[in-house]
């Protein structure tokens, strides 16, 4: 079973929007941090925003005022609202889950491909 999983991605228009969705299924330590990265062609991998159990949130340059993260923690959920796409946006989304006890779990990414 896997622990992490992203669903959303798809394919957008310049200047569109996206919403990708994080859960963390299984049984788990309280998570701690809940975040997304970005693996662009080539591997070169790109953190863009994480969220803190108490609900404090940090973007990368790349995307702040763009991409809102939100996170239920009941649910083991967050999710990543993407607005004003840009092309170089383009990669495979990662859910990343940090517990408590210092554990980490990666999803199997999600593709999103915006088109100029």
């Known amino acids: 079973q896997v622990p992490v999983v992203e669903s959303g991605g798809g394919l957008v228009q310049a200047g569109g929007s996206m919403r990708l969705s994080c859960a963390a299924s299984?049984?788990?330590?309280?998570?701690?941090?809940m975040g997304w990265f970005r693996q662009f062609p080539g591997n070169q991998r790109e953190w863009v925003a994480d969220?803190?159990?108490?609900?404090?949130?940090e973007y990368s340059d790349a995307v702040k005022g763009r991409f809102s993260l939100s996170r239920d923690s009941a649910k083991n959920t967050a999710d990543l609202q993407m607005n004003s796409l840009k092309p170089e946006d383009t990669a495979v989304y990662h859910c990343?889950?940090?517990?408590?006890?210092?554990?980490?779990?990666w999803g199997q990414g999600t593709q999103v491909t915006v088109s100029s």
């Open positions: 299984g049984t788990f330590s309280s998570i701690d941090l």
């Open positions: 969220i803190s159990r108490s609900g404090r949130v």
């Open positions: 990343n889950v940090d517990t408590s006890i210092g554990s980490s779990f």
